[in-house]
């Protein structure tokens, strides 16, 4: 069977961690596009990429990145996409599509547009995928295979530039949503940034009690510290200014779960077994959707692999005699 045609001609990377390298990786691998062009901020980084044969091209300057690219996406934390957007605006192709993948739209909008000059097509995205782990070594291709895409274009955005787009990111496996930028900070806020919150706080504090030794920790940790270890363990500074930049949601949503926690602290301490358990069987039946729709397995533990049971000999039985 062959492949179809590329869909674009160069596509240009501004930043390759975690999600830029997947998408180099995953783009090469379906010939989604002919040419691949990346750069980085670091030396080390653009070392690093071109050992990994990621790109056609690393370059050492965003300007020459873009320079004749029909694709432009920008995998780097939010807070510093504006003043990118600044850098690049004036070297970008009549016609060029410039995207990002960050995890907070409205101000994307807000701080990117500007900068980009008429005949240039503006699509943000959010790729709905990750690990807690960063740069160019931690990509693979099969990252966004089922994961959700959410394009969020401006009003005055080409709707075909906005199909272009989505026919790239479905053909590196994902499904592909749009929704405007506002509703789409609203909705990633309880999704996404509060859990992030959350699992900061719970990992904090863990670390801060004084009566519990950070071996002991480590040690004990459940499966629900564990997976909240997971989550805090991912890229600080994307955080930061995922935070920063959508406070206001953010702090909708934490007015809402404290409220929420303050009625189960008040289950807690008066002894409502029932509140506690008509709360926890409506919260089951979420990850149980979660699940039937595919956004995570079914399999025991998350699917985590486990160590086979050591096999031991069977004891001996003991002699039996006629003197027993």
Known sequence: MTKAAPLFNRLALIGVG???????????????????????????TRRR????????????????????????????????????AAEIGPHLAPGAIVSDVGSVKAVIVRDMAPHLP?????????PVAGTEHSGPDAGFAELFVGRWCILTPPAWTD?????????FWRALGAEVERMPPEHHDLVLAITSHLPHLIAYTIVGTADELAEVTR???????AGGFRDFTRIAASDPTMWRDVFLANKDA??????????????????????????????????????????????????PDFGRLHADLPVEPLPRPYAVTDDS
């Open 215 to 221: 071996s002991e920790v480590l040690k004990f940790s």
């Open 49 to 84: 990429v071109a050992e990994l044969g990621l790109a056609d091209r690393v370059v050492e300057s965003n300007a020459a990145a873009v320079a004749g690219a029909d694709l432009v996406i920008v995998c780097i934390p939010v807070g510093a996409c504006g003043a990118v």
């Open 250 to 299: 953010v702090l909708e949503m934490l007015g809402t779960f404290n409220e929420d926690l303050s009625k189960l602290t008040r289950a807690i301490r008066r002894g409502d077994g029932q509140a506690l358990f008509d709360h926890f069987a409506r919260t089951r039946a979420i990850r149980r959707g979660i699940v039937d729709i595919g956004q995570d397995s079914p399999a």
């Open 118 to 126: 008429k005949g240039v097509h503006f699509v943000p995205a959010h």
């Open 159 to 167: 709707p075909g530039a906005v199909e272009r787009l989505a026919a």
């Open 18 to 44: 975690l999600i830029g390298s997947s998408i180099a990786r995953a783009a090469r691998a379906q010939g989604a596009v002919r040419e691949i062009v990346a750069t980085a901020r670091s030396a080390a």
